[in-house]
């Protein structure tokens, strides 16, 4: 069995996001910290890049909003550092 690299992406994307969510759970990783989202973007963004060659649009829709609330939080991590 053949494994694509789009498929390498969206496995490494969705490995990403588990364990971004998992340091967050184990307090190693806080939600306002930029790394977190950045890391949920990267995430979304690799997804996003293996749904281009597996289409799905329900998967679609969810990682574009996922992508686009993880800038929010980068820019809202960014300001508020700034802010201190």
Do not use: H
Request: hydrophobic letters at 55%; proline letters at 2%.
């Amino acid at each position: 069995m053949r494994i694509e690299l789009y498929d390498v992406a969206g496995l490494v994307g969705a490995a990403i996001a588990v364990i971004a969510y998992f340091a967050n759970q184990q307090r190693w990783l806080r939600s306002d910290d930029w790394r977190y989202p950045a890391a949920n973007l990267l995430a979304a963004s690799l997804i996003l890049v293996s749904l281009c060659f597996e289409w799905n649009f329900p998967s679609v829709v969810i990682e574009v909003f996922w992508a686009l609330i993880s800038v929010w939080g980068i820019v809202k991590s960014v300001s508020d550092r700034r802010t201190r």
